[in-house]
C-alpha cells in the first residue's frame, strides 16, 4: 500500500470513529494524542450539528506536513465535517511510526481555524 493511502486510511477511520462517538475506542488505541476522552467529546459536541464522514474526494486534499528529518512521518490538518457541510472545524493530528514500525496517527488538537 502507497504512503499517501495509508495516511488517508489512517485519517478516515479516525475520523469515522469521532463521527460514531468512539471517543473511548480512540483512547484505547492511542490515538488521542495529549487529549482525553472527555476533552474530545466536549470539542466535538460543542460545534452545532453532528460530524459526518466526508465525502472520498475530501480525503484527496489532505494536507500532510512530512518531517523533515522522519520520512513517512508529519502532521495533517483536515477540516471536519459536519451535517454532510465542510466546517471550519479542523483536526490537527500527527502520522508517526511507532517502536514495531508501523504507521500510526493521533490527534494533536481540534480547533476552529
Known amino acids: 500500500m502507497k ?4 495516511i488517508r486510511n ?3 477511520n ?11 475506542d480512540i483512547v484505547t488505541s ?10 474530545i467529546e466536549k470539542l466535538i459536541n460543542n460545534y452545532p450539528g453532528n460530524i459526518t ?4 474526494e475530501a480525503f484527496n486534499e489532505i494536507d500532510f506536513i512530512e518531517y523533515e528529518n522522519r520520512p513517512g512521518e508529519g502532521e495533517i490538518d483536515f ?3 459536519y451535517d454532510n457541510k465542510r466546517s471550519d472545524l479542523t483536526i490537527n493530528a500527527e502520522v508517526y511510526v511507532d ?5 500510526n496517527i493521533r490527534i494533536y488538537d481540534i480547533l476552529v481555524r
Open 10 to 12: 489512517l485519517l478516515k
Open 99 to 103: 517502536n514495531k514500525g508501523r504507521k
Open 53 to 56: 464522514l466526508p465525502p472520498e
Open 30 to 39: 492511542r490515538r488521542n494524542g495529549d487529549l482525553d476522552c472527555s476533552t
Open 79 to 81: 477540516d471536519l465535517w
Open 14 to 24: 479516525l475520523i469515522l470513529d469521532l463521527s460514531q462517538k468512539k471517543y473511548e
Open 3 to 6: 504512503e499517501r493511502e495509508k
